[in-house]
């Protein structure tokens, strides 16, 4: 439910915005929302956890996140919403893969059925989107959207590295790759306005606090899952993504979008695919 409305939220921020401004003032606001929570949690004795190594394996997860969300936020300025977010959900299916070679998490049939299903949902995508214009294979945007999903199945991979290899601390961990967002983002804003002062320009909206404090949240929560022993992680990062449902639904209707019934029937076979890989443990 978090990141349904973390995904309204940043279409409702992101469109026909600047990309780095609104990156940087949601990660600043998460950051803060984060710190507050860990305070009235009592949570604030997870900074003795904090060592040069975890701060060291935070950085590359904020360094992961940060590319991976250029990517989808430049991919949502300019798509429909009922088109980027559900490329970004069939990233469980590239989390599969990487699954099997890293993590010996061998697939089943039905699971191999499953990502050849959510594949398969990339074309249908590609046929709805002809009807509005969209070169859906040449479009850089949707190159975009494809390359954040990309980076988000590396993120995966790489939560469970940390959190059921190392096994790093949650909050800790969630402290210091918040940090290291609002870092990142600084920096490449800093750089932007060196490089392209006059670089498409910023408009304040009252949505931008509720993408860092939203995500925040539901990354807790899918840490704390993950954190598990024995946890899947092709199955943790799959669960996150029936969001899609709601953010589907619920964005068509206040974003008044359009050719729905075929981006239905691309998202049904994401969605289908995503049952089997579930169902296929």
Request: with cysteine; aromatic share 12%; charged share 10%.
């Amino acid at each position: 439910m978090l990141l349904a409305l973390y995904d309204l939220a940043k279409k409702a921020s992101v469109r026909d915005n600047a990309v780095l401004p609104v990156l940087l003032c949601s990660s600043a606001c998460g950051c803060a929302a984060y710190l507050l929570g860990m305070g009235l949690g009592g949570r604030w004795a997870a900074r003795d956890a904090i060592t040069a190594e975890l701060v060291g394996l935070a950085a590359a997860k904020s360094l992961i996140v940060a590319t991976s969300w250029v990517f989808t936020f430049r991919a949502l300025r300019t798509l429909p919403i009922s088109i980027a977010t559900p490329i970004r959900a069939s990233a469980p299916a590239l989390v599969f893969v990487a699954a099997f070679f890293l993590y010996g998490e061998v697939p089943t049939l039905v699971q191999a059925v499953g990502m050849l299903a959510v594949f398969g949902g990339y074309f249908v995508f590609s046929w709805a989107g002809r009807h509005e214009g969209i070169d859906f294979f040449r479009n850089r945007a949707v190159w975009c959207a494809i390359a954040g999903a990309g980076l988000s199945a590396v993120s995966s991979i790489w939560d469970k590295y940390v959190f059921q290899v190392r096994g790093a601390d949650v909050e800790a961990t969630q402290l210091l790759f918040q940090i290291g967002l609002v870092v990142i983002y600084a920096l490449l804003f800093c750089a932007q306005r060196f490089v392209a002062p006059s670089a498409h320009g910023f408009t304040w909206r009252w949505t931008i606090p509720l993408v860092g404090t939203l995500l925040a949240g539901a990354d807790w929560l899918y840490f704390k899952g993950l954190a598990i022993e024995g946890v899947p992680i092709s199955v943790a990062s799959l669960m996150r993504r029936f969001s899609v449902v709601i953010t589907f639904v619920l964005g068509a209707r206040f974003f008044h979008e359009t050719n729905l019934v075929r981006k239905a029937l691309a998202l049904a076979a994401i969605l289908f695919g995503i049952t089997l890989l579930c169902l296929g443990n």
